[in-house]
């Protein structure tokens, strides 16, 4: 069963704004992830939070973690055209099971 | 970071006939391959785990004798649509990781249109 719920579902602005996307799921995890894709193409792995984490930045990414209330958050500062794509949160869980169950994902649309 | 290869990145079929869908990690050993599917402005949804040497797991609702998963090598996994029928139609991609590797590589996907 699909384990993250996303929202917003779509989102679109115009570049140079932020995009904040964030992520719920439902069950004791090992380490959060993010996802990007481009329409009808594989997916680009973006960042990786550990469970013990709080906020990790990478770039023009930053992620937060909050455990407690089993959701996170991917912020985008000064997004670009380039930006648009979908973005998936991903759950590696804390079953021994090496899968990752992904989100149901945000649509970001960055307008030029 | 690893490459992982899928081919071919997209094929139409008539419906019964079967296709199958190459997942070769290029630059490492891939111990687990995944399997997932995708329909349009959907979220990627696991079919099975393919563990190289035995056989795959398959989750729950996804028929074994209709996806067909080889892992042979531990380059190399391959997913057969066995009589392929237009509700088959989907973005098939496979992922892989190596030994105590947390990340997931994957393949650029498959788009199988089903006449």
């Known amino acids: 069963s699909q384990q993250g719920e996303e929202d917003p579902q779509a989102l679109s602005i115009q570049e140079g704004e932020n995009a904040t996307m964030n992520c719920s799921y439902k069950?004791?995890?090992?380490?959060l992830q993010w996802y990007r894709q481009n329409s009808g193409r594989g997916l680009v792995h973006l960042i990786l939070?550990?469970?013990?984490?709080r906020e990790k930045h990478s770039g023009r990414l930053r992620v937060t973690l909050d455990t407690s209330k089993k959701s996170s958050s991917l912020l985008i500062t000064a997004s670009r055209a380039a930006d648009t794509a979908s973005y998936f949160c991903a759950t590696d869980m804390d079953t021994g099971r090496r899968a990752l169950t992904f989100g149901s994902g945000t649509r970001l649309q960055v307008q030029p | 970071g690893a490459v992982v290869s899928q081919h071919p990145s997209r094929v139409i079929c008539k419906s019964g006939t079967s296709v199958k869908i190459e997942c070769r990690s290029l630059d490492f050993q891939a111990t687990t391959m995944f399997w997932y599917r995708q329909f349009p402005k959907q979220s990627l949804m696991l079919m099975a785990t393919s563990n190289e040497g035995s056989k795959a797991t398959y989750e729950q609702g996804v028929e074994k004798d209709k996806f067909l998963i080889n892992h042979a090598s531990l380059t190399l996994s391959t997913l057969t649509v066995t009589s392929a029928h237009p509700e088959d139609s989907s973005f098939y991609i496979c992922?892989?990781?190596?030994?105590?590797?947390?990340?997931?590589?994957f393949g650029s996907g498959t788009q199988l249109s089903v006449l």
């Open positions: 992922s892989a990781s190596g030994q105590n590797n947390e990340k997931l590589f």
């Open positions: 939070i550990r469970s013990n984490e």
């Open positions: 069950t004791s995890i090992n380490n």
